[in-house]
């Protein structure tokens, strides 16, 4: 990996890791959900970085992409189970980390994901497959007597890129891919008091470009230019300031110029913890990027 890349990649991951932490300290029952998603993304541009995607803030059984809508009136309760998932991308290269706030009584469930996670980055180096990390995961949360949410999965990483190969599943599999010098990936273990698997909510509020075709109504035109220089990365629906930005976005997604990210949630009651981590596999091991 040529040097600029890789500091690139430690510097976006700094950023990451402070701001994350920053923002965990300010959810407080009775806190304004909206007013922590405009604080720590932000901290973000304040810093010297972009967002690789929105703030993911998802509450209790939702595991992932919920965050803020314009004028959100939710505010964190008492018992929630709060996740973190920030992104950070600096010239398109990406710090990806989630951490998760107990404002309850749900010490083991969170040392579930976390544990889980260190587990994995114990055993990242060149030659181990996906499927050991998987294992790895599994076995600390299970072990804690939850479930690990077997259909959401870490993800490789590249510039401008949030999904790619390899796949990290959350449960243990034979085999898988290989793990190479220079790969990055993320790698998020969710543990659940559910079924442990996700299922689409109507709730999106995130999106990104993944097409291009002639767009004819004015308004769908204005969104599109908004996010040319994303560059296919993830935006929110509260950034745009568009007077039909409601009927833009169905047309765009209609026409798949755009890709609607519904929140995923396990099944009503439960409660999930999630944490992540980027790392980058070195010759005997890895870097954790987002420490």
Known sequence: MKEDILENYRNAGIIAAKVLREGALEIRAGGSYLELVESVESRVIDAGAELAFPLNVSLNEDAAHDTASTGDERVFSNGDVVKLDLGVQIEGYIADTATTVDLGNNPLLVEASREAL????????????????????????????YHPIANLTGHGLDQYVIHKPPTILNVGIHGGAVLEEGMV????????????????????????????????????????????????????????????????????????????????????????SQHEHTLIVTEDGCIVTTR
């Open 118 to 145: 260190e587990a994995a980055i114990k055993k990242v180096r060149p030659g181990v497959t996906a499927g050991e990390l998987g294992a790895a995961i599994q076995a600390e949360i299970e072990n804690r007597g």
């Open 185 to 272: 990936f993320a790698i998020e273990p969710f543990a659940s008091t559910g079924s442990g698997r996700v299922g689409e909510r109507a709730r999106m509020e995130i999106y990104s470009q993944i097409g291009m075709k002639p767009v004819r109504i004015p308004s769908a035109r204005a969104v599109l230019e908004s996010v040319r220089s994303r560059r296919g990365l993830p935006f929110a629906r509260r950034w745009m300031q568009n007077k039909k930005l409601d009927l833009a976005i169905a047309g765009l997604v209609r026409s798949q110029v755009l890709h609607g990210y519904p929140v995923l949630s396990d099944i009503a009651g439960s409660l999930v």
